[in-house]
């Protein structure tokens, strides 16, 4: 069954940085377009950053360009991100996903919390 499991959500002061991972099990990261999205109440999910199978193509959404970087450890198979400069308007739940049409994966989310 595959699971992807977030973790490293936290509380953390503006200006602070923290590192979020997704640890993927029966399925292998680099043959997905791996993302994380995130949602805070009565909004839709919107996609932070992704990273296509091969690695070569890595997008991010306007507002955390610079800030926030995606990665991926293949031998771990766990996909990374990596948030500095965090803002209030950062603080959502932040979660994992795996897509290969049809198939779309999701995590449980975690939370992420900035404010002083």
């Known amino acids: 069954q595959v699971q992807l499991v977030e973790s490293g959500g936290a509380l953390v002061q503006p200006g602070g940085s923290l590192t979020l991972s997704c640890a993927a099990s029966?399925?292998?990261?680099?043959?997905?377009?791996m993302g994380w999205y995130r949602q805070t109440p009565g909004k839709q999910r919107e996609l932070v950053a992704n990273i296509d199978p091969s690695g070569q193509s890595i997008g991010y959404r306007s507002s955390v360009s610079g800030r926030f970087t995606i990665s991926r450890d293949t031998a771990k198979n766990t996909v990374y991100l990596q948030m500095n400069n965090l803002q209030p308007e950062d603080t959502a739940v932040y979660y994992c996903?795996?897509?290969?049409?049809?198939?779309?994966?999701w995590g449980q989310g975690t939370q992420v919390t900035v404010s002083s």
């Open positions: 029966e399925l292998t990261v680099t043959r997905y377009t």
């Open positions: 996903n795996a897509k290969d049409y049809p198939s779309d994966y």
